[in-house]
C-alpha cells in the first residue's frame, strides 16, 4: 500500500515537473528567436544601410531600395525586414509610410526600428534621404568598429588568461618544484 502510494506521488510529481518545463520551454522560445533576430539584424544593420544610403545617393525611390535589399541575401535578417516592408506594400497595399511604421513596430531591433523612424520622420517633413542616410551610415559603421574593437579586446584578455593558466602557470610550477 505505501508503495502504490509512493509511486503514485513520484508520478504526479514527474507529470507536474514535465508540464512546467513544457510551460517554460513554450515561454522562452519566442524570446530565443527573438533575441537570434535581433542580434543578426544588428550585426547586418550598418552594411545594410551603407547600401540603402548609396541607392539613395542615385536617387532610387525607397520603395526599389527595399525592394533591392530583400532580394539580397548577403543582410540576412534585414533583409528579411525589409521583405517584411515590401509585403505590406505589395499585398497589403499599404502606403510607403505605412509599411514602415507597420515594421518598425514589430522589429526586434531597437536600432532599425529607430532608423525606419528616422526613414518616415525624413519622408513625411519632405526632406532628402541621403543626407540622413549618410548620418546613420556613419554612426552605425562608427559603432560596429566600436563593438568589434570590445570583441578583439575581451578575446585578447581570455587568450592572454588562457595563456597564463594553461601554459605558463603549470611550466612555473613545474620550475618551483
Known amino acids: 500500500n505505501k508503495t502504490i502510494l509512493l509511486e503514485v506521488s513520484l508520478l504526479a510529481f514527474l507529470a507536474l515537473l514535465f508540464a512546467g518545463l513544457t510551460y517554460v520551454s513554450f515561454k522562452l522560445y519566442p524570446k530565443l528567436i527573438c533575441s537570434n533576430r535581433k542580434r543578426n539584424i544588428d550585426a547586418t544593420l550598418p552594411y ?69 523612424q528616422g526613414i518616415i520622420t525624413t519622408i513625411t517633413s519632405g526632406g532628402e534621404l541621403s543626407p540622413y542616410m549618410k548620418v546613420k551610415t556613419e554612426q552605425y559603421m562608427l559603432d560596429n568598429r566600436r563593438q568589434q574593437k570590445e570583441f578583439l579586446d575581451t578575446l585578447g584578455l581570455i587568450a592572454e588568461a588562457y595563456v597564463t593558466a594553461f601554459v605558463a602557470g603549470p611550466l612555473f610550477l613545474i620550475v618551483l618544484m
Open 48 to 116: 545594410a544601410v551603407n547600401y540603402i544610403a548609396s541607392m539613395s545617393k542615385a536617387g532610387v525611390v525607397p520603395a526599389e531600395i527595399f525592394r533591392s535589399l530583400a532580394d539580397s541575401k548577403m543582410y540576412g535578417e534585414t533583409a528579411v525586414e525589409a521583405r517584411y516592408i515590401i509585403r505590406e506594400i505589395k499585398i497589403f497595399g499599404e502606403d510607403l509610410i505605412t509599411a514602415l511604421k507597420n515594421v518598425a513596430s514589430t522589429t526586434p531591433s531597437p536600432r532599425f526600428h529607430e532608423f525606419l
